[in-house]
């Protein structure tokens, strides 16, 4: 039999090593490796014990065959080749596209990472029939074996038995077992069983009728489906226009055709309400993925989506690597969100991940918002994507009365609360009409930062160029490595004893609202009461169901969520992200504020919005107050056009790292000295990071624009080769592309 041969990436995130190795694989193990597989390999002249992975078999040796060292073991359990296959060849279009090494690419989109075990149940069964073992029973009696005749009878009655029940309920030792079966009465044997998720009821099944629109855009999809047309589409509704229906449509049309589905979701915290909604529709064949899954949890889901089990997975980014055979459709969902982008390299965007995938497999892309990304309706427009709107609500209601209140005014009142006095009117009469209310702020902690109003000192984080937050609790709390100190009332640096807080967290707010609303029931909804994987639905369950009137929370209670009775949503300080140093500032506040007027009046009662700011002349503001998504573009396109960001011109950040400054600094003048071949007007830095200092590392930052990607992809692998070739210590680089 010829040889085989493994190219393997190991399991080092090193440039240097960024390469694969050959290895020999031994007849027994030929079965059960595939592109894709996680492997044990022998490493360096001491043969140490790494792993990687498997990302190609070929029967050609690359060097001499005597040298070639064989494949310890394959440590991946049972996958479908061709998926793995596609997972391998989108990592290298990552690694390429976005910078790092190829195993950093491998170890996003093969997502098991860990060396899990499948779960096993180990159960007993009779091997003899039914008289034969009713006469052993009757000899094990004569005989005095009593714990034998308890087995044996125990078989008899119910057919097989679960083997801990043996030993733990009928307290029979294994000897016994062992016995038994040397004996040939009994046989033992295991069941593989699935590690699944915490359940939804399926409910009743239902199936809506689509609105006319709804139907125009789904009729058009199947047409172009059915003709093999592939091209990404963008479906543009406003909030409550049933985006969902049209996405359970479209699913249902892939899957009849016998292709799976992914649907990207971008927050744990709508995971609950989709999946109860997918459930209603596909039953069983659904199942959903989110951070707070276990790693076997998460092994087990994966392990059902590539045998074919199930047909459409939900989750946030890491879904879109299900290693689905048959993948058909990937929808993502609020495709505006910030979340999509990985925060670790490589620094992907799941929209542009999704795309390649989708070439890969021969599928399609659906993107849906209420407000679509800058970059995606760019694309639209361009012809790109194909555009699909929705611009009326499914309810007679019509969108929410929105009201816009200048807080500055408030303030000359003499109204110093939090509540301005539209919303405080507005929020005692929904309690007295049993009506729901949510408040909503972009900030989590009991407040902003900590400063002396005499010397103007701010609390900061020794370890971090960040200021400290104030928690409940009487901490001061970092929010980036965690670092904690009490909180004193005398200045450190002045001895000052007017220190002030910047009071604009969720605590603060259930606060105010449970001291001026004191017979209402409030639910706070955030990262800190949301810290386990099923806190999230039990919140948003509990008022769903009417068990509070109030729900206070940041931008996870804004995102998708459909409650019939909230019919009031107050935005509390709506400037907080508009003021960013972030060329996407207005985008996101804009974002955010449609988003959060959008969950009011979603069903028979019609709803109202306040929006509190100090900034109401703002066109991001005013846009969202007038829920015109296309007022917003055009000035938003148009301050791009004037600076040249993207989508108009693209950008590439470069990060710098490094203890100590002067190597930082110096390592950021040779990147930005090799793009200034490249684009030499277009070149800031290196300078500063905005987070200069993080857990005791300085950082600088080199940002290089060009209208040309595949420029900047270029500039990338310069800098990436000039770090190969040179030892760079203990400096580390990352890039960013249109950050």
């Given at each position: ?41 022998p490493f360096g002249n001491g043969n140490r014990e790494i792993k990687g992975y498997c990302v190609g078999i070929s029967d050609i040796p690359a ?395 701010v609390s900061k984080c020794p370890h971090c160029d960040v200021s400290l937050i104030l928690h409940k609790n009487g901490k001061l709390v970092c ?142 503001v005013a846009a969202s107050a007038a829920q015109d998504y296309n007022k917003f573009y055009d000035e938003e396109i148009g301050f791009r056009k ?98």
């Amino acid at each position: 039999m010829s040889e085989v041969y493994a190219d393997v990436i190991i399991e080092i995130s090193h440039e240097k090593l960024d390469r694969s190795f050959q290895y020999s694989v031994l007849e027994e193990l030929r079965d059960k490796l595939v592109i894709g597989s996680r492997v044990l390999i022998p490493f360096g002249n001491g043969n140490r014990e790494i792993k990687g992975y498997c990302v190609g078999i070929s029967d050609i040796p690359a060097i001499e065959p005597s040298r070639i060292k064989p494949l310890k073991a394959v440590l991946t359990a049972e996958r479908s080749k061709e998926p793995e296959e596609q997972l391998v060849e989108l990592a290298v279009w990552m690694k390429h596209h976005y910078g790092g090494t190829l195993i950093q690419s491998l170890k996003v989109v093969l997502p098991v990472k860990a060396d899990i075990k499948q779960k096993e149940k180990r159960f007993i069964k009779l091997a003899v029939s039914l008289d034969e073992a009713k006469v052993f029973a009757l000899e094990c009696r004569q005989k005095h074996r009593a714990a034998m005749e308890r087995l044996v009878l125990e078989l008899i009655e119910f057919g097989e038995t679960d083997y801990s029940l043996v030993r733990d309920k009928l307290n029979i030792s294994m000897t016994t077992v062992r016995a038994l079966e040397n004996k040939g009465i009994i046989a033992l044997d295991t069941k593989k069983l699935y590690r699944n998720p915490e359940g939804f009821e399926q409910g009743e099944v239902k199936h809506t009728l689509l609105t006319e629109d709804q139907q125009r855009i789904v009729d058009d999809f199947h047409k172009n489906l059915s003709m093999g047309l592939m091209q990404p589409c963008l479906l543009n509704g406003v909030t409550g226009s049933g985006k969902t229906e049209v996405y359970m449509e479209m699913i249902a049309d892939v899957v009849k055709s016998g292709k799976q589905a992914i649907m990207l979701i971008p927050e744990i915290a709508l995971t609950f309400q989709t999946v109860m909604r997918f459930m209603k529709r596909f039953g069983d064949r659904v199942s959903y993925l989110h951070s707070k899954l276990s790693a076997g949890e998460r092994y087990d889901q994966f392990l059902r989506a590539s045998r074919g089990e199930i047909d459409i997975m939900i989750g946030p980014r890491s879904a879109l690597f299900t290693p689905f055979p048959r993948l058909g459709i990937i929808i993502i969902d609020e495709e505006h969100e910030t979340s999509y982008k990985a925060e670790n390299m490589p620094k992907y965007h799941a929209r542009d991940v999704a795309i390649e995938r989708a070439r890969l497999a021969e599928a399609v892309v659906v993107m849906g918002s209420a407000t679509p990304s800058v970059e995606a309706s760019f694309r639209a427009m361009r012809g790109e994507y194909r555009l699909y709107e929705l611009k009326k609500r499914i309810s007679d209601n019509g969108l929410p009365m929105v009201y816009t209140v200048d807080m500055r005014a408030e303030l000359e009142k003499g109204n110093r609360t939090i509540f301005s006095d539209k919303l405080y009117s507005l929020i005692e009469d929904r309690l007295q009409k049993k009506e729901q209310t949510i408040l909503f702020i972009n900030r989590r902690g009991m407040a902003g930062f900590v400063s002396c109003r005499k010397c103007g000192h701010v609390s900061k984080c020794p370890h971090c160029d960040v200021s400290l937050i104030l928690h409940k609790n009487g901490k001061l709390v970092c929010h980036y490595c965690g670092y904690e100190e009490q909180f004193t009332h005398v200045c450190s640096e002045c001895g000052s004893k007017y220190i002030g807080t910047m009071k604009a967290g969720t605590e603060q707010i259930e606060e105010a609202v449970k001291k001026s609303f004191p017979i209402a029931k409030v639910l706070r909804l955030d990262a800190d009461t949301a810290k386990n994987k099923n806190d999230y639905s039990k919140i948003l369950s509990s008022f769903s169901n009417g068990e509070a009137d109030i729900l206070v929370g940041t931008q996870m209670i804004v995102k998708g969520h459909d409650f019939p009775n909230v019919t009031l949503v107050g935005v509390l300080a709506a400037d907080l992200s508009l003021y960013t140093n972030d060329y996407r500032a207005g985008e996101r506040t804009f974002d955010l504020l449609t988003q959060a007027a959008g969950r009011a009046g979603r069903a028979e009662k019609s709803g109202e919005v306040v929006i509190q700011t100090y900034s109401p002349e703002h066109y991001a503001v005013a846009a969202s107050a007038a829920q015109d998504y296309n007022k917003f573009y055009d000035e938003e396109i148009g301050f791009r056009k004037l600076c040249g960001y993207p989508p108009i011109e693209h950008m590439l950040k470069i990060l710098i790292e490094d203890k100590n400054p002067d190597s930082a600094m110096k390592m950021g003048q040779i990147l930005a000295g090799l793009g200034q071949k490249s684009s030499p007007e277009k070149i800031i830095g290196p300078a500063p990071d905005t987070l200069s200092k993080l857990k005791d590392v300085f950082r600088f930052t080199v940002y290089i624009k060009d209208s040309n990607y595949e420029k900047l992809v270029g500039i990338k692998d310069d800098c990436e080769q000039w770090r190969q070739s040179h030892p760079v210590g203990r400096t580390s680089v990352q890039f960013d592309f249109d950050p």
